[in-house]
């Protein structure tokens, strides 16, 4: 059974900065891409950012030049980095996996909350 594990959510003062990561374990392979999705109070779920198996990365408009998403292949793992936060940013973030198969692994989600 296929488990995605976040971490690094909580909260952060508008200008500051946030890492989140998602391990997964289980058996799982050939993974298309990872990414990362939020969805803000009364909003629908949104893409954050992805990056495929060969590393090209795909960013919603409003986190480009502030948020970096990267990978590990040998642990599996997907970090967020999140810089220069904003109170619009304030969202339950959640990783995505996609295998080769399309088939689509979510993570429980973890809370990001951007306030003075």
């Known amino acids: 059974q296929v488990q995605l594990v976040e971490s690094g959510g909580g909260s952060a003062q508008p200008g500051g900065s946030l890492r989140l990561s998602c391990a997964a374990s289980?058996?799982?392979?050939?993974?298309?891409?990872m990414g990362w999705h939020r969805r803000a109070p009364g909003k629908e779920r949104e893409l954050v950012a992805s990056?495929?198996?060969?590393?090209?990365?795909n960013y919603a408009d409003s986190v480009k030049g502030r948020f970096t998403v990267s990978r590990d292949n040998a642990k599996i793992t997907v970090y967020l980095q999140m810089n220069s936060l904003k109170a619009e940013d304030t969202a339950v973030y959640y990783c995505r996996i996609v295998t080769q198969q399309l088939k689509i692994y979510w993570g429980q989600g973890t809370q990001v909350t951007v306030s003075s």
């Open positions: 289980g058996s799982i392979f050939s993974i298309l891409s």
């Open positions: 990056i495929t198996s060969g590393g090209s990365t």
